[in-house]
T-cell receptor, first 115, second 114 residues
Framework: NAGVTQTPKFRILKIGQSMTLQCTQD?????MYWYRQDPGMGLKLIYY???????DKGEVPNGYNVSRSTTEDFPLRLELAAPSQTSVYFC??????????????FGSGTQLSVL | GENVEQHPSTLSVQEGDSAVIKCTYS??????FPWYKQELGKRPQLIID?????GEKKDQRIAVTLNKTAKHFSLHITETQPEDSAVYFC?????????????FGTGTRLKVLA
């Protein structure tokens, strides 16, 4: 059981380039999230999804896009990368069953630098 | 929307002493309050959680207390050890408009001095 898998682990982008951060989970969780964590800072919610075909904005969605075509996959797209997007990106999933199971399972993170 | 404030941002304690971290939340509908621990370079891991129908929960050296009236909850670590050094995050997930999302506090960097 792999849990939540993120790729790549590290990436350096030039300003203006685009890329997709991959996230997949094998736990059949409905809820999936993307967070960014700036150095020494907390976790900010970028986008989240409550199931295949359904996505919604979080606290800091500007400059990002997501899609959820399957239960397993929740890729994060960066268009026109900017230095402000230098951060560690965490994908997470949750089974979310109200009153019984709300635990978040995190991937290992993607460290992104935009130069 | 939900807003979560966490204090202090850094905390240094001597080994064996206790540490307390506090969080306040704004959404009165929040009913589940987890704490996550993040070691340097690692992913956050759940260490303890509490539901709104109880006021306190313990798991060995860690405990969480909840005051729903005041909308705050706290993490208590007793007999601290060097391996407790990490960043701790609280969260107050909000269930709104049929969706469920986690909003995290800003984190507390705990240093346990040997």
């Amino acid at each position: 059981n792999a849990g939540v898998t993120q790729t790549p682990k590290f990436r350096i982008l030039k300003i203006g380039q685009s890329m997709t951060l991959q996230c997949t989970q094998d736990m059949n969780h409905n809820y999936m999230y993307w967070y960014r964590q700036d150095p020494g800072m907390g976790l900010k919610l970028i986008y989240y999804s409550v199931g295949a075909g359904i996505t919604d904005k979080g606290e800091v969605p500007n400059g990002y896009n997501v899609s959820r075509s399957t239960t397993e996959d929740f890729p994060l797209r960066l268009e026109l990368a900017a230095p402000s997007q230098t951060s560690v990106y965490f994908c997470a999933s949750s089974p979310y069953k109200a009153g019984t199971s709300e635990k978040l399972f995190f991937g290992s993170g993607t460290q992104l630098s935009v130069l | 929307g939900e807003n979560v404030e966490q204090h202090p941002s850094t905390l240094s304690v001597q080994e064996g002493d206790s540490a307390v971290i506090k969080c306040t939340y704004s959404d009165s509908a929040s009913n589940y309050f987890p704490w996550y621990k993040q070691e340097l370079g690692k992913r956050p891991q759940l260490i303890i959680d509490i539901r709104s129908n109880v006021g306190e929960k313990k798991d060995q050296r860690i405990a969480v207390t909840l005051n729903k009236t005041a909308k705050h909850f706290s993490l208590h670590i007793t007999e601290t050890q060097p391996e407790d050094s990490a960043v701790y995050f609280c969260a107050a997930p909000a269930f709104t408009s049929g969706t469920y999302k986690y909003i995290f506090g800003t984190g507390t960097r705990l240093k346990v001095l040997a």
